[in-house]
């Protein structure tokens, strides 16, 4: 084996390592919330039983649903727990490549990824869900018995979980563009236009077919996007000579 073959080699192996790892303590926190699994969905669900009419419920269409159901919940919530540990490990396989001064400026992005992603996710349960669950069982037609499938009812909040999730991670995505060089704060103001028609039309993507939550979630992106493009004025990147003489400097 050549001398070139060895790092790579020792990389995939350390990459795999991180990966196990991450899938172990997914399973972790899994075994440790599957007692709760009912309880876990009942929260979940909450939002929609809240609104609906007095004397309806959700109902199972399919014989295991009421079992599998609440299980496959569990599973995502246990990712969702485990993303501080999952950033954690690919905080640390991507560290060593690092100078010192990246490293400081990285530390604060991968905990910031995690907070802005579990504000998205707490923004869609408080603040969407009730009021697009109050705006659909409010139209239904008369004579109509709103009674939701819980299978269904779950991939729309998982959909809508994720959707935030992510969509609150635009601050992170702005500053690694401004800070790889991609481009500069001065252009992205100039695209401003451009940005806020495009996040209307991701918000059509992510979000299911209805303009009632896809406003919602457009509104917080182009907001999100503000905040990081205020932020990545203080993570512009360097010139080559300018960057290379701080990294002398420090060593």
């Known amino acids: 084996m050549s001398q070139a073959e060895q790092p790579l080699i020792s ?5 795999r390592t991180r990966l196990m790892r991450s899938i172990l303590a997914i399973l972790l926190v899994f075994v440790g919330l599957i007692y ?3 309880n876990i969905y009942d929260f979940v669900a909450q939002p929609l039983l809240s609104q609906l009419p007095e004397g309806t419920s959700m109902i199972a269409t399919d014989v295991a649903t009421p079992f599998i159901t609440p299980i496959k919940l569990t ?3 246990s990712f969702f727990v485990a993303i501080p540990y999952l950033l954690y490990q690919a905080w640390a396989f991507i560290a060593p490549g690092l100078y ?11 905990a910031s990824s995690a907070v802005l992603f579990y504000a998205g996710m707490a923004f869609a349960y408080y603040v969407v869900f ?7 069982t409010s139209t239904a037609p008369a004579g109509v018995t709103v009674a939701t499938d819980i299978a269904s ?4 909040v998982l959909t809508l979980f994720f959707a935030f999730g992510v969509a609150f991670e635009i601050p992170i995505a702005t500053i690694l563009l401004c800070w790889t060089g991609v481009t500069t704060p001065k252009s992205l103001k100039e695209k401003r236009p451009y940005v806020i028609v495009g996040v209307f039309v991701v918000g059509m993507l ?3 077919p209805d303009v009632f939550s896809q406003t919602l979630l457009a509104i917080p992106m182009w907001a999100l996007w503000e905040l990081g493009l205020f932020f990545a004025r203080f993570y512009v990147k360097k010139d080559d000579a300018a960057e290379q003489a701080q990294v002398d400097e420090e060593h």
């Open 100 to 110: 010192q001064h990246e490293r400081r400026m990285v530390l604060p992005l991968v």
């Open 130 to 136: 009730p009021l697009v669950f109050g705006f659909f």
């Open 36 to 38: 709760f699994s009912n």
């Open 11 to 15: 990389h995939l192996v350390e990459l």
């Open 206 to 208: 992510l979000t299911p």
């Open 153 to 156: 009812y779950l991939d729309f």
């Open 75 to 77: 599973l995502m919530v």
